[in-house]
């Protein structure tokens, strides 16, 4: 099985900035997209920002030019940098990865993490 466990979340004041980490435990093998979800209270969860196993990088318009997701395939990791938070980016943030658990797995199977707290406020 795979557990994925987030960190980096706390509360921040407008304007800061903060960085989320996600990891990848157990049965890893290969990772495909990876990437961060946010749910704020009384809303649907959204997408953030994904990155592909080659790299290939989407935002949501929200988060364009504030914030940077990356990756470490080595430390089977992503992150997410997240800067001139904003009150309204109050929210829980989950990772998501697309594993490939053996090298005789037929397909990924997806995983969330537990997700971590973010509140912006003075």
């Known amino acids: 099985q795979v557990q994925l466990v987030e960190s980096g979340g706390g509360l921040i004041q407008p304007g800061g900035s903060l960085r989320l980490s996600c990891t990848a435990y157990?049965?890893?093998?290969?990772?495909?997209?990876m990437g961060w979800y946010r749910e704020a209270p009384g809303k649907e969860r959204e997408m953030v920002a994904s990155?592909?196993?080659?790299?290939?990088?989407l935002y949501e318009d929200f988060a364009k030019d504030r914030f940077t997701i990356s990756r470490d395939n080595a430390k089977k990791s992503v992150y997410l940098q997240m800067t001139k938070l904003r009150p309204e980016d109050t929210a829980v943030y989950y990772c998501?990865?697309?594993?490939?658990?053996?090298?005789?797995?037929?397909?990924?199977?997806?995983?969330w993490g537990q997700g971590t707290q973010v509140t912006v406020s003075s």
């Open positions: 157990g049965s890893v093998y290969s990772i495909y997209t």
């Open positions: 990155i592909t196993s080659i790299s290939t990088i």
């Open positions: 998501n990865m697309y594993v490939v658990q053996t090298p005789t797995s037929d397909d990924a199977e997806n995983f």
